[in-house]
């Protein structure tokens, strides 16, 4: 396995977790998956590293660029709007009222 495969394979991760907090719904996000992974597939073959190494770091810049200010976070993660709502008291607490 080349250097740069591990590389381009977490950009593509990354790109798409990206992808996901621009879309509304899920067809709409896998629209967008099937752009970016044609602009991935167009550049499969390349084998001049520089020019892999261009493509990386623009596809890097892309992600820094491109970055959502309002990401979709799950309600009940750390930083949603249910994280830790109604949590149950410690142990601790429990005991010494009992």
Known sequence: MASHVP?????????CKELYHY??????????IQE??????ENRNITD???IQSL???GEQWLVDNKCGDPYIVPTNP???KFQRNVPPSLEIVEKHS
């Open 7 to 15: 590389r381009v394979r977490m950009l593509y991760r990354k790109i």
């Open 79 to 81: 930083g949603g709007t």
């Open 23 to 32: 879309s509304a719904t899920r067809p709409v996000w896998g629209e967008f």
């Open 56 to 58: 990386i770091k623009e």
């Open 49 to 51: 590293e520089a020019k």
């Open 36 to 41: 970016a992974r044609a602009r991935f597939e």
